[in-house]
């Protein structure tokens, strides 16, 4: 064989792949913004995950600093305000669990938890001669709508939950294909 | 039906078994006409590859007739002659829509165990063990074909079976090694491991990528024999040659400038000592993958070159030396073969009669022959370099094709 230089062969024409050999064929340079792809799905859900982690961090300080304010905002009796710097302190730790962590996933469903709890005693509240009906209402409309966001995105996280997966959801069945594995066992796993 | 089924290292038998059914809107049946024995099965028949279970049917690389489609495949109809690849591929997910089909997200049920294993879990094969799926392989009269609608090729009646049964496996994974390789015009390449891959790599060099030197690499005469005739090399045998030296020779001092392994994970050595400690390391679960090939090119490739890796690895190998391969700027490309991107293109190659990959068949015979043709293959008697099981045809009618 001859060395290197001597094997170089003058190039003649186009030596450009044929448009038929698809695999070969040159694409041009992608564009590298494209390149970085990621499941718009997938981030659209991780960026509601954070809203609603400062949501929560913004509530729960609110609760905790001015709950006689936030009492009155919301129609609850006035008098049970202390009760909301607990609902306060539950509340910061939803946001601490959402933004403190690469998963949030525990954190919103700990959110729809936390959304129960706020019913409850938004329905407790009720009974109270001193809280205001209306506003009761409306504090009750907006907790079901922000609860039932807090189940989507909690749903959708856990979809995405693969290093938890056990299976391949979308895989072709392998139940029910022919083996000699029954006959092997059937003969008590004589040869 | 008749299938060919693996029981254990060293043992694999024809067993009655029951037909295939559909069982996914998107499976199809075919009735196998031709189906090879590949070099990879030799992994699964000496037990290298876990998770094989006892029964499991194996075999991937099948050709045949369909004779029953699910509602969900509307490309393919009864009757038609198709070339079924090793590679289960949804076409739908993010790696399919790459072409990159051997890495399909979607086809392998047991993904789980697959990113234990390797981080990531890659597509599901034809009969390749339960890491990639537990799918029972075409080595059989009836094979059942997954995701039917993205996988086999419709293939020309008139066309000899022998012609085109290797789209579905080997032909498209030696060009690939050649395409990996990123071959420039009149480079040399040097081919280690001339079974069926390694020959498939040095043609498709040679005739698609214009290489100008072939440097094929083995120990079994006829192996060599076969790529200096059919693929115009020139040839190293191992066990009389010190592979490394005879390389600088040949490129005066300068190495190949591409490095093919078509050898993989269970690489003899020569004696060398690398090799027996890797056989020792192996024999005792210390290391799963003998990387002697892989070291002796890296050693051997030329400074900035690149190195392509078909033969099949499974696990872990020892003392790869990663400082040579880095300071020495080298590529590595690898992985299993995109079937579905290659088999369009190869096909028309066959039909254009760019090439004929029948070339490499030494043995035609019955799928009830099958086990004994595993062992003649293995320890390469008879000049064995490739097996074409014939499900069709009466055991006692067994050809040698005597090349």
């Given at each position: 064989m001859q060395p290197r230089e001597q094997l170089q062969i003058p190039i003649q024409g186009d030596l450009s792949p044929k448009e038929t050999e698809r695999s070969v064929v040159k694409k041009p340079t992608p564009d590298l913004a494209a390149m970085k792809y990621r499941d718009p799905e997938f981030v659209a859900t991780g960026k509601l995950a954070s809203a609603l982690g400062v949501f929560s961090l913004g509530l729960g300080l609110a609760e905790l600093l001015a709950p006689q304010q936030l009492a009155k905002l919301t129609g609850v009796d006035e008098e049970k305000s202390s009760h909301l710097r607990v609902l306060g302190l539950r509340e910061i730790g939803h946001g601490l669990a959402i933004l403190g962590s690469k998963k949030p996933t525990a954190g919103v469903w700990s959110r729809v938890g936390g959304d129960i709890i706020d019913l409850a005693f938004l329905g407790g509240s009720l009974n109270s001669t001193n809280s205001n009906k209306t506003r009761l209402a409306l504090s009750t409309a907006a907790v079901l709508g922000v609860g039932a966001l807090d189940a989507l995105v909690a749903q959708r996280l856990s979809s995405q939950d693969w290093a938890g997966a056990e299976g391949n959801p979308g895989a072709p069945t392998t139940e029910g294909q022919p083996s000699a594995r029954s006959a092997f066992v059937e003969n008590g796993g004589v040869r | 039906m008749k299938a060919l089924c693996w029981f254990g290292t060293n043992d694999v038998r024809v067993e009655t078994v029951p037909d295939p059914e559909i069982l996914d809107p998107r499976d199809a049946i075919i009735k196998i006409t031709s189906t090879a024995i590949c070099g990879s099965d030799l992994h699964l028949y000496d037990g290298y590859m876990p998770t094989m279970e006892r029964g499991d049917i194996l075999g991937h690389e099948p050709m045949g007739e369909v004779v029953e489609t699910g509602s969900g495949v509307t490309n393919l109809k009864k009757g038609d002659k198709v070339v079924v690849p090793f590679t289960i591929s949804c076409g739908e997910c993010f790696f399919c829509k790459k072409e990159l089909y051997s890495l399909c997200d979607i086809s392998n049920?047991?993904?789980?165990?697959?990113?234990?294993?390797?981080?990531?879990?890659?597509?599901?094969?034809?009969?390749?063990?339960?890491?990639?799926?537990?799918?029972?392989?075409?080595?059989a009269e009836y094979l059942r074909v997954p995701f039917a609608d993205v996988g086999p090729i419709k293939v020309?009646?008139?066309?000899?079976?022998?012609?085109?049964l290797f789209l579905s496996d080997i032909f498209p994974t030696g060009y690939m090694a050649a395409e990996n390789a990123e071959i420039e015009p009149g480079d040399?390449?040097?081919?280690w491991g001339?079974?069926?891959?390694?020959?498939?790599?040095?043609?498709?060099?040679?005739?698609?990528f214009e290489a100008e030197g072939i440097i094929a690499i083995d120990n079994v005469p006829e192996r060599l024999e076969m790529a200096k005739r059919e693929c115009g090399a020139e040839t190293i045998n191992f066990d009389e040659e010190n592979v490394y030296e005879r390389l600088q020779e040949m490129t005066?001092?300068?190495?190949?400038?591409?490095?093919?392994?078509?050898?993989?994970c269970e690489a003899l050595a020569g004696g060398m000592l690398d090799g027996i400690v890797d056989s020792i390391?192996?024999?005792?679960?210390?290391?799963?993958?003998?990387?002697?090939?892989?070291?002796?090119?890296?050693?051997?490739?030329?400074?900035?070159?690149t190195i392509s890796i078909p033969g099949v690895y499974v696990g872990a190998g020892d003392k790869i030396p990663i400082g040579a391969m880095m300071n020495k700027g080298l590529t590595l490309k690898t992985g299993q073969t995109h079937m579905q991107k290659y088999m369009p293109m190869l096909l028309k190659?066959?039909?254009?009669?760019?090439?004929?990959?029948?070339?490499?068949?030494?043995h035609e015979v019955a799928l009830d022959n099958a086990p004994e043709m595993y062992d003649t293959f293995k320890n390469k008697q008879d000049g064995c370099i490739k097996v074409v099981l014939k499900p069709g045809m009466n055991g006692s009618t067994a050809q040698h094709n005597g090349h």
């Open positions: - | 049920p047991n993904a789980a165990t697959g990113r234990k294993v390797m981080g990531h879990a890659t597509a599901g094969l034809l009969g390749y063990s339960h890491l990639t799926g537990g799918f029972a392989g075409g080595q020309p009646d008139g066309i000899p079976d022998e012609k085109v040399t390449v040097a081919v001339c079974g069926p891959v390694g020959q498939f790599a040095m043609k498709s060099a040679r005739e698609f005066g001092g300068r190495g190949p400038d591409r490095c093919i392994d078509a050898v993989g390391k192996t024999a005792t679960m210390l290391a799963t993958d003998r990387v002697h090939v892989l070291r002796q090119a890296i050693w051997s490739c030329r400074k900035g070159g190659k066959i039909e254009m009669g760019e090439i004929d990959p029948s070339f490499i068949i030494t």
